[in-house]
Nanobody, 118 residues
Framework: QVQIVESGGGLVQPGGSLRLSCEAS????????MSWYRQAPGKERELVAL????????NYAESVKGRFTISRDNAKNIVYLQMNSLKPEDTAVYYC???????????WGQGTQVTVSS
């Protein structure tokens, strides 16, 4: 059964850090471009960070550059999003997406809530 599960969200104070994890089962991440998206209440879902299948390409939204770091461990089938210097505007549900590099196939996780508040 194909599944993507995000974890690591929670409540954190401004300036704090969180590390999100995206674990895949039922398929190998090695052939997938992995992305983190987020959606705040009343807003559209937006791309936060993307990493190529071999970590050869990494892109970030301007709003998170210098604060967030995306990484992957293909051997463990996991992708991470390290989030530092968090701001209240980072509050959102964060989703992980896997997109196959050869065929049109993609999977989404169920999301994990990140709340940045004092």
């Amino acid at each position: 059964q194909v599944q993507i599960v995000e974890s690591g969200g929670g409540l954190v104070q401004p300036g704090g850090s969180l590390r999100l994890s995206c674990e895949a089962s039922g398929f190998t991440l090695r052939s997938y471009v992995m992305s983190w998206y987020r959606q705040a209440p009343g807003k559209e879902r937006e791309l936060v960070a993307l990493i190529g299948s071999n970590s050869d390409t990494i892109n970030y939204a301007e709003s998170v550059k210098g604060r967030f770091t995306i990484s992957r461990d293909n051997a463990k089938n996991i992708v991470y999003l390290q989030m530092n210097s968090l701001k209240p505007e980072d509050t959102a549900v964060y989703y992980c997406k896997a997109r196959n590099v050869l065929v049109f196939r993609e999977y989404w996780g169920q999301g994990t809530q990140v709340t940045v508040s004092s």
